[in-house]
């Protein structure tokens, strides 16, 4: 017997070819985002053809993009509401670069087509990305006459932020010394230099491009200090018919304030049609030539904002904690990179050396990025921009899955759903994780299993009590080693799990959300909470893609723990689409970013219920969930016997064939789904003769 798991919904599609109703960026449009979406939004439902890259002179697909680098960078998916079709960019493309869009290019052999299988008419149209990034041209500022030359001795750690968090040693060779002299371009030339260590040692500086210099970077600050200790250093250099300069450079400690963006969540979604204040840290505990400087430029090295800026002018003391940046600098759905500085201008002259500028610095340096939202009325993606990770991690989460099936009951999910999880994983730029183990409250040890370069160890449990057993309440400890490192144990107090299983208030709602107004989720109270308590709503489409998510940073958007509601604003829905909810309710016990250098640790318990939320159709009809196939058997009086899955409480229609051939499918009787969304089905015919095929339909 073979079961054939074919099953739609019973629904009207046009007869007639599909049209493109709207683009955006619209056909024509000259000031589109680097990164921004190309959305095409059809008239009817279409088959999700599977999107093929039209390359000239090699192969025809059914979309293509010009010049050739936006070809390679953009990349489709089909929306769940199979009326849109959105690209979403790799990279940024360049600035000013004119794009051209073809949807079904002649000669296509696998063409994007309707529902009912009708092609759509080959199609293009263009758009522009804007010239500018926003800022203004005096944050550039002209050049001097006559220019300068220059000398310059710097010595900075610099560090990396992507959350609210503290920010991280940045990947790689972090600290870096920099020594540079610049020959004044009128002259004299400067012909050769060196750098004289509190030792006496010294260094010559080499000629590269016209300039003198050295540089040198370090994995760690340590290892820097060691090389470049704090005391009396002389730079020496010789010019075209002078006496050879020789400078005192007396290089203090650096700073120990590591810069740190306040406001880091709420400076990724910027409104730039107003002021933004972003703010930091204050930098106390400060010298003589302390200073603050802040740096942000567009995804193209070119300079937005500056502070301070004698150009503008603008100032900024050593003592701010904050800066506006001013409504329109930045520009809707561009994306910005940013440098906070913390530093000691220890030496500064512009007359020991005729036409020369003199500059020393020891300095901490944090980079993070600014987004601007996108223009008033789109949804921002709820995913963050892809970043290379920078940290590793050690996490240790038990957590029990509940699966919500009508407006009062909520089970166990089918299968396991006690789960208990400890990982750890490498920071990328090292020191590498080589072993690991956990100590439960009994004080037996559990070797970490690697796989794929992360040590991991996992169970599925079929009872709560059955977890609890395994993992109860009480001290763990978490122990790893590294290379090169002293072995690292993390004492972790894991409590008891929350009694609270999460459950929907306003689950019929759930299922008819009119897809054209805001819609309020509700939930039961999280209470009473533990210290580190956190609730997470976590909503898909059917195809996994993230719809929306609270808390997120990368909005942002927050989530109170005591809350028990959140507004979903329109148009996160589309009519007549099936989504995927996750309602978490979970203790945060441990958490950390200093522990272990370069590494985040994470230990949570928590409970998870899994719901399902509908858009009703523009009509207000609600379009059922296909059925499934799960599963199959022949019963021991020889009948077919089949489970399948839909939307709870609907009829489904069986229906048999004999072949696929020439189908001939005769309809066996209803099956209604249950409260958990499955059904089982008995084919009682007595008369029966194998092979046979089913499917099933919505009603």
Request: hydrophobic share 40%.
């Amino acid at each position: 017997m073979v079961l054939c798991a074919l099953s739609a919904t019973l629904v009207t599609h046009a007869q007639s070819a599909p049209k493109l109703v709207s683009v955006n960026p619209a056909d024509g449009a000259t000031d589109a985002a680097p990164r921004g979406s190309v959305v095409f939004t059809f008239d009817q439902e279409m088959d999700r053809t599977p999107l093929l890259l039209s390359v000239p002179n090699l192969v025809i697909g059914n979309y293509q993009f010009t010049p050739a680098s936006v070809n390679n960078l953009l990349n489709g998916t089909w929306n769940a509401d199979r009326k849109t079709l959105t690209f979403q960019p790799s990279g940024p493309i360049p600035l000013n670069t004119s794009v051209t869009w073809t949807l079904n290019p002649a000669g296509t052999a696998v063409p994007l087509k309707s529902a009912t299988g009708l092609p759509l008419e080959t199609t293009t149209g263009s758009y522009k990305i804007a010239s500018n990034s926003g800022g203004r041209p005096s944050e550039v500022c002209p050049p001097a006459t006559p220019a300068p030359g220059s000398y310059v001795f710097t010595k900075f750690v610099q560090y990396l932020q992507t959350s609210g968090l503290d920010p991280s040693l940045n990947v790689g060779n972090p600290a870096l010394l920099a020594v540079q002299v610049q020959s004044p371009p009128a002259g004299p030339a400067v012909t050769g230099g060196s750098l004289t260590f509190p030792s006496g040692a010294s260094r010559n500086l080499l000629s590269q491009i016209g300039l003198f210099r050295f540089n040198e970077a370090f994995a760690t600050e340590a290892a820097m200090d060691a090389a470049y200790p704090v005391g009396s250093y002389t730079l020496r250099f010789n010019q075209t018919a002078e006496p050879e300069r020789a400078i005192t450079l007396d290089v203090p400690a650096a700073p120990t304030v590591i810069p740190k963006i306040e406001n880091y969540v709420e400076a990724q979604a910027i409104d730039a049609t107003k002021d933004f204040t972003l703010r930091w840290n204050a930098f106390s505990s400060q010298d003589g030539g302390a200073f603050v400087r802040l740096v942000i430029n567009d995804e193209f090295a070119n300079r937005i904002f500056q502070a301070p800026n004698q150009c503008v002018p603008r100032t900024l003391e050593a003592t701010a904690t904050s800066i506006v940046i001013p409504a329109n600098y930045l520009r809707p759905g561009f994306n910005y990179q940013a440098q906070l500085i913390f530093g000691l201008n220890f030496y500064k002259s512009t007359t020991d050396v005729p036409q020369m500028t003199g500059n020393a610095f020891v300095q901490r340096s944090t980079l993070f990025t600014l987004k601007a939202a996108s223009a008033a009325g789109s949804i921002p993606s709820e995913l963050c921009d892809p970043t290379t990770p920078t940290l590793g991690s050690y996490t240790v989460v038990k957590l029990l899955e509940h699966r919500q099936t009508s407006a009062e009951e909520v089970v166990p999910r089918i299968g396991k759903p006690g789960i208990f999880t400890t990982t750890i994983s490498s920071p990328p730029a090292g020191p590498t994780v080589t072993a690991g183990s956990l100590t439960l409250p009994s004080g037996t040890k559990q070797d970490l299993a690697s796989q794929f370069g992360i040590f991991n160890l996992s169970g599925q449990y079929d009872t709560e009590a059955a977890l609890e057993g395994a993992y109860p309440q009480g001290g763990y400890t978490v122990r790893f080693n590294q290379t090169a490192q002293p072995e690292r144990a993390i004492a972790m107090a894991m409590p008891a799990t929350p009694a609270v299983i999460p459950k929907i208030a306003n689950y019929a709602e759930a299922q008819t959300i009119d897809a054209a107004k805001d819609f309020t989720l509700q939930w039961n109270s999280f209470s009473p909470q533990g210290p580190g308590a956190f609730i997470r709503l976590i909503i898909t489409d059917e195809r996994g893609n993230l719809v929306f998510m609270a808390p997120n940073p990368c909005l942002p958007r927050t989530l109170d723990p005591t809350a028990t509601s959140i507004v979903i604003p329109v148009k996160y829905f589309s009519p007549a689409v099936n989504y995927q909810g996750q309602l978490q309710f979970g203790l945060n016990f441990y958490s950390s970013t200093i522990d272990v250098p370069q590494m985040v640790g994470y230990g949570a318990v928590q409970r998870n219920t899994s719901f399902t939320l509908k858009a009703a159709g523009a009509d207000g009809t609600v379009t059922l969930t296909p059925a499934k196939f799960t599963n199959y058997r022949v019963l021991a009086n020889g009948h077919p016997e089949f489970n399948l899955s839909g939307t709870a409480g609907k009829i489904y229609t069986i229906q048999r064939a004999g072949n696929l051939t020439n189908p001939s499918w005769s309809a066996l009787g209803p099956v209604t789904i249950n409260a958990s969304g499955t059904a089982v089905f008995e084919d009682t015919d007595a008369a029966l003769k194998l092979p046979v095929f089913y499917r099933a339909f919505g009603n």
